[in-house]
């Protein structure tokens, strides 16, 4: 076998952990093969490889338990993510990838549910086909997943219409679930690898009677990307938060976009979604081992509206972008995050300490400006297989860390976190 040959089936084989949430994995390209869960091999051209990701946090937040005005802190134990990751090659250009996502565990109770279901048709570095349910192109965070962003709550933004469903218990029609849909996205890459890109269509907002997409208009999505300096070893169409070091030095920046007609709103008063955005990573390996990553994103949500906004009564009101069902409208407005870490080399114990700063503001049109701080540090075991993380924030941006949230009053509150995120 060939050295392509043979990387191109390392590729293949750590595809077991792609996977997202809120939601979503991704990013395994630098995870050595080995480690990508268990591979059983059938032929020279057929094999099928198995793996598990959990997720687990301990948080408590002030002010947000006992009566309206208390001093109490609320803790909760939280199990985040429960994942079940199976990839096969059937043929040397057909892949399948199958995973599973526990759904709402952290309510204590929850089912397992389909994350991904794909079709793979993988041709050359060019050209790729995948169709089934799978990630919508987006920014590099909703690329990440839980699993592969740097730090262990990196979704801080208004979500997009894929991620609404499930994640906010949204009644009537749905528009995907852990930041998948169904549809077909064509990949690929040119100048040795150092631009990506990726275009998708998807269903996206339901069609039917009665609902806001009564005609049945598709979303589509796209993803382009640069490598400026090495180029990042992650599978498909994916992303990584940080690689460690092992991609080298890296500067990559990429553009993306989502637009539906009719993908928000009510029968009566439909309204065109419209995502825009680009994202920024950074990582530089210095000689002493230590490793300086930097992330930034900025999103553009915007609505427009062909019949007026949506009233309270209106058939199958659909929110987007984040929010609570009540909501008759959709996010509108822009948000921004970034954070900035540095990866200690010399070891300590079983593992490296990852000491960070992350910044989020969300800007409403029309509503509150929000805000979070967050600084913490991440025991590193083995990369993002095995990872510690002790983490404060503070600001009002959802009372006490998380999502945006419509409702907060603007108080500022302060959270105290730690999450164990474990993988094979």
Same mark, same amino acid.
């Given at each position: 076998m060939s050295d392509s040959s043979k990387k191109s089936a390392g590729r293949r084989r750590v595809a077991v952990w792609s996977a997202f949430?809120?939601?979503?994995?991704?990013?395994?390209?630098?995870?050595?093969?080995?480690?990508?869960?268990?591979?059983?091999?059938?032929?020279?051209?057929?094999?099928?490889?198995?793996?598990?990701?959990?997720r687990t946090s301990f948080g408590a937040s002030e002010d947000t338990a006992g009566r309206p005005g208390g001093e109490k802190w609320a803790t909760d134990f939280?199990?985040? @993510?429960?994942?079940?990751?199976? @990839?096969?090659q059937l043929h040397k250009y057909i892949k399948l990838e199958f995973n599973t996502e526990c759904a709402n565990c952290f309510e204590g109770g929850g089912e397992m549910r389909i994350l991904d279901g794909i079709a793979k048709f993988e041709f050359n570095d060019y050209a790729n086909v995948w169709?089934?349910?799978?990630?919508?192109?987006?920014?590099?965070?909703?690329?990440?997943?839980?699993?592969?962003?740097?730090?262990f709550e990196p979704f801080k933004t208004p979500f997009e219409p894929s991620d609404s469903s499930i994640a906010h218990y949204l009644p009537g029609p749905d528009a995907g679930t852990f930041g998948r849909d169904e549809g077909v996205n064509i990949w690929g890459a040119a100048f040795d690898g150092h631009l990506k890109y990726v275009f998708g269509a998807f269903e996206g907002l339901n069609h039917g009677s009665g609902t806001a997409n009564a005609d049945g208009n598709l979303l589509y999505a796209t993803r382009i990307a640069y490598n400026?300096?090495?180029?990042e070893k992650a599978p498909g169409y994916y992303t990584g938060g940080t690689a460690y070091g092992a991609d080298g030095d890296v500067l990559t920046v990429a553009g993306f976009g989502q637009y539906q007609e009719d993908g928000t709103g009510s029968f009566e008063h439909p309204g065109n979604v419209l995502l825009v955005g680009?994202?920024?990573k950074f990582e530089k390996v210095f000689? @002493?081992?230590?490793?300086l990553t930097a992330n930034g994103e900025y999103k553009h949500f915007g609505i427009s509206y062909s019949n007026g906004t949506p009233l309270p009564g209106d058939t199958n009101n659909f929110t987007v972008g984040g929010g609570a069902g009540g909501l008759a409208r959709g996010f509108e407005g822009d948000a921004v995050t970034g954070n900035l870490l540095y990866l200690i080399p010399a070891k300590i114990g079983i593992g490296q300490f990852q000491p960070y700063v992350m910044y989020t503001e969300v800007m409403s049109e029309g509503g509150m400006d929000q805000s979070e701080y967050e600084g913490g540090v991440n025991y590193i075991i083995d990369g993002h297989n095995a990872r510690i993380s002790l983490?404060?924030?503070?600001?009002?941006?959802?009372?006490?860390?998380?999502?945006?949230?419509?409702?907060?009053?603007?108080?500022f509150v302060n959270a105290i976190k730690l999450g164990v995120q474990l993988q094979i």
């Open positions: 949430g809120l939601a979503m994995a991704a990013a395994a390209g630098h995870v050595p093969a080995a480690l990508a869960g268990a591979t059983f091999k059938i032929d020279d051209t057929k094999w099928v490889s198995v793996g598990a990701g959990l939280n199990l985040n @993510n429960l994942r079940l990751y199976m @990839n096969a169709a089934g349910r799978q990630l919508v192109p987006e920014g590099r965070i909703e690329m990440n997943g839980p699993f592969y962003s740097a730090t400026i300096l090495n180029v680009g994202d920024a000689g @002493n081992g230590g490793v983490l404060w924030q503070g600001g009002d941006l959802s009372g006490g860390g998380g999502i945006w949230n419509p409702t907060a009053n603007g108080n």
